[in-house]
C-alpha cells in the first residue's frame, strides 16, 4: 500500500488515524493542483477571448462581432466536454479514477502549452482560428473529467464526517487556478498593449507547464480510490457504467444539472464576461478585470472550505440555498455598483461580494453533493457528464448571451441581471425539490442502497 493511500476500512469506520489524515493531505493537494490547472486553463482562455483572440486572430471592424466570435470558441471548449466526461467517466468507473485523473491532466494541459505557440491570423490567416478551435477542442475533452474525478477522488477517501470539508479542496482547486492566472495575466497587462498582443499574453499559457509538472508528480505517487477497490473486490462495479448511469440515475443528472446551472452562470459573469463588459463597454482599462478577479478568488480560496465545512454541520442543501438566493439577489445590485462607481475599488467589492458569499456557498458543498447523487458504480460517468453538459448548457454560453443581451439593452447590462436571477431559480426549484445527501454510503451500489444510506456515518 502507498504511503498516501488509505484503507477501506478507515473509510468505514470515519476514523481519525495518523496514516489516514496524512493520506488525505496526498489526496487534497492531488485534487487542488489538477482543478487548479483546468481553471487556470480556463481563466487564461476566457481573459483572452475578452482582451487578445478579439483583436489578433478573429479579426473584425465591428467590436462587439469580434468578441462574440472570440467567446464562441470559448463556448465549443465547453461543448466538448460532456463528450470527455463520458468518454473518461466510463474509464474512470471501469478502469479507476487514479488513471483518468493523470491521462486527463496530460491531454488538458499540453493543449494548454500549445496555445502559447498560436499563430496571429495576420501570420497564418484561417488557420489561426482552426487551429485555436482544434486545440480549445483538446483542452475541453480533457476538462471533461478533471474536476468530476477529482471530486470523487477526494470524497472516496475522506472521512464520512467530513466529506463537504474534503471535497471543497477540488472547489478550492478551481480558484488557485483562477488566482494564479488572473495574477498573472494582471502583470502582462501593465505592458504596453503592442507587446502584450505581441507576444505578452503568451507568457501565462506557456507557464501552465509548471503547474503540469507539479500535479503529475503528486497524482502518480497516489493510491486508487478505497471505494472504487472494494466495489472491484466484491465484482460489483457495472460492464456498461454509461448504461447504468443513464438506465438507473437519471434523477440525480437532472438534479446536477439544475443545481450547476446557477453557479455556472455567476461564475462566468465574474470570471469571463465581466472583463469585456469593463474594457469593451465601460471602456475602462484592460488590467481592472483581471486585478479585482485576482481580489474575489484570493477570497473564495478562504470561504470555500468553509461553506463545506458547514455543510458538514447542517447539511448540503441549506449551504447551497443561501448561494443561490443570495445571487438572485444581488444580480441587479452587482450592476449598479460597478455601472454606477466604475472604479477599481468599487468594481472589487462587486466581484468580492458576488464571489465570496454566492460562488463560495453554492461551490462549496458541490463535490460532496454531486458525489453523494450517484452509486459507486457509475458515480464518475454520471457526475462527469452531468456536470459537463450543465457547463455546455449554461457556463459556456453565458458570455457569449451576455454579451449579446447587453448589446440587446442599448449598452445596459439589466438584461444580464434577469438572465442571472433565472438561472437561480432552476437551481433553487431543484435543491428545494432534491433530497438531502448527506453521510451516504460511498460503496453503495444500487440507487435504493444509496438513498437508504443517507445520514449513516457508520462510525
Known amino acids: ?108 494541459g499540453s493543449a494548454t502549452v500549445l496555445m502559447a505557440f498560436l499563430p496571429t491570423y495576420a501570420q497564418a490567416g484561417i488557420w489561426s482560428p482552426i487551429l485555436l478551435v482544434i486545440l480549445r477542442l483538446i483542452q475541453g475533452l ?30 478550492t482547486g478551481v480558484y488557485l487556478g483562477l488566482l494564479l492566472a488572473a495574477g498573472v495575466f494582471a502583470i502582462v497587462t501593465q505592458l504596453p498593449e503592442a507587446q502584450f498582443l505581441a507576444w505578452g499574453w503568451r507568457i ?5 507547464i509548471v503547474v503540469i509538472v507539479v500535479a503529475l508528480i503528486i497524482r502518480v505517487r497516489l493510491a486508487e480510490s478505497p471505494a472504487f477497490l472494494e466495489m472491484r473486490a466484491v465484482e460489483k462495479a457495472p460492464a456498461a457504467p454509461i448504461k447504468e448511469a443513464f ?49 474575489g478568488t484570493a477570497v473564495v480560496l478562504v470561504v470555500l472550505p468553509l461553506f463545506g465545512a458547514l455543510s458538514d454541520k447542517i447539511g448540503r442543501r441549506p449551504v447551497m440555498l443561501i448561494g443561490m438566493v443570495f445571487s438572485a439577489l444581488f444580480a441587479f445590485p452587482y450592476f449598479w455598483i460597478i455601472d454606477g462607481a466604475r472604479t477599481p475599488v468599487a468594481i472589487t467589492i462587486a466581484i468580492v461580494v458576488s464571489l465570496g458569499i454566492g460562488i463560495g456557498a453554492m461551490f462549496g458543498p458541490q463535490a460532496a453533493y454531486f458525489s453523494e447523487l450517484f452509486t459507486a458504480g457509475s458515480r464518475f460517468t454520471g457526475l462527469a457528464f452531468s456536470r459537463e453538459l450543465a457547463g455546455a448548457l449554461s457556463a459556456g454560453v453565458t458570455p457569449l448571451i451576455a454579451v449579446a443581451l447587453v448589446a440587446l439593452g442599448g449598452g445596459s447590462p439589466w438584461l444580464v441581471s434577469l438572465f442571472i436571477i433565472g438561472a437561480c431559480l432552476v437551481g433553487i426549484v431543484a435543491v428545494s425539490l432534491g433530497k438531502e445527501t448527506r453521510g451516504r454510503s460511498m460503496q453503495a451500489t444500487t440507487v435504493a442502497e444509496l438513498t437508504a444510506s443517507t445520514g449513516t456515518f457508520r462510525d
Not at 142 to 167: D, T, W
Not at 204 to 208: D, E, Y
Request: proline content about 4%; glycine content about 10%; overall charge positive.
Open 1 to 108: 500500500m502507498s504511503q498516501n493511500s488509505v484503507s477501506t476500512d478507515q473509510i468505514a469506520s470515519g476514523r481519525e488515524t495518523p496514516a489516514r489524515r496524512s493520506g488525505m493531505l496526498g489526496v487534497a493537494a492531488a485534487a487542488l493542483v489538477g482543478s487548479a490547472l483546468e481553471w487556470y486553463d480556463f481563466y487564461l482562455y476566457g481573459t483572452a477571448a475578452a482582451l487578445v483572440f478579439n483583436k489578433i486572430i478573429f479579426t473584425n471592424s465591428n467590436p462587439t462581432l469580434a468578441t462574440l466570435a472570440a467567446f464562441a470558441t470559448f463556448a465549443v471548449g465547453y461543448f466538448i466536454r460532456p463528450v470527455g466526461g463520458l468518454i473518461f467517466g466510463r474509464m474512470g468507473d471501469v478502469l479507476g479514477r487514479k488513471r483518468v485523473l493523470v491521462i486527463t491532466l496530460i491531454v488538458m
Open 142 to 171: 480533457g476538462a471533461g473529467a478533471e474536476f468530476g474525478g477529482a471530486a470523487i477522488f477526494s470524497v472516496e477517501h475522506a472521512n464520512p464526517r467530513r466529506r463537504g470539508l474534503h471535497g471543497a479542496w477540488p472547489s
Open 204 to 208: 501565462p499559457f506557456a507557464a501552465s
Open 247 to 295: 438506465a438507473r440515475e437519471k434523477l440525480s443528472m437532472l438534479v446536477l444539472i439544475c443545481v450547476q446551472t446557477p453557479q455556472n452562470v455567476v461564475s462566468s459573469i465574474n470570471l469571463a464576461f465581466i472583463t469585456a463588459y469593463l474594457a469593451g463597454t465601460l471602456k475602462l482599462s484592460n488590467s481592472i478585470g483581471p486585478v479585482a478577479v485576482t481580489v
